[in-house]
């Protein structure tokens, strides 16, 4: 057997699960939001990850979808990825993300970044997105009044 020299993988001071769990909850929220502020090591792996899914995205295909889905195990995520982020970006073959070097830390002096897409997001989505729960609110109030049962009082008759 032959050994891999110079091959590493960045492990973040974790284990395998809680790794994937960290890369997948920054990628749902660098799809959700269009930015995402963490370390510089996290933002170079979320970078790698989030780059292979655009290109996974850009085939298209149902099985494309299914597969980003299995990966992030959030669907909403990855149909927001295939139908409003990947065709803003239709010609690009990498580079969907970029990385800016922001501040460091207080609390241990670690280098902060930012990394956004390449393409910034329409703005009408993030305006639809605000009205979506100012409608979930008005509709929660609604059902709640709706389920009171209304005080009924008793009339006493005097004989």
């Keep these: 057997m032959s050994r891999k020299h110079r091959v590493r993988k960045i492990k973040l001071s974790r284990t395998y699960n809680q790794r994937k769990s960290l890369i997948k909850g920054l990628v749902v929220s660098l799809i959700d ?3 995402v502020t963490t370390t510089l090591t996290k933002a170079k792996v979320l970078k ?3 780059d292979k899914l655009a290109a996974k ?3 298209g295909t149902v099985h494309a ?4 889905a299995a990966s992030i195990s959030n669907h909403q995520s990855a149909n927001k990825l295939m139908d409003t982020i990947v065709p803003l970006m239709p010609k690009r073959r990498g580079g969907f993300t970029t990385i800016e070097k922001t501040t460091i830390r207080r609390g241990d002096a670690a280098v902060m970044a930012t ?3 390449a393409v910034p997001l329409p703005e009408v989505i993030k305006a ?4 979506a729960k100012t409608v979930k609110k008005v509709a929660k109030k609604e059902t709640k009044s709706a389920t009171k049962k209304p005080v009924v009082k008793k009339q006493v008759k005097n004989k």
Excluded: N, P
């Design 33 to 35: 939001s269009g930015k």
């Design 48 to 50: 790698s990850r989030f």
């Design 57 to 59: 995205a850009q085939q």
């Design 65 to 68: 979808r299914r597969q980003i």
């Design 115 to 117: 990394v956004k897409l």
């Design 128 to 131: 639809d997105k605000k009205k």
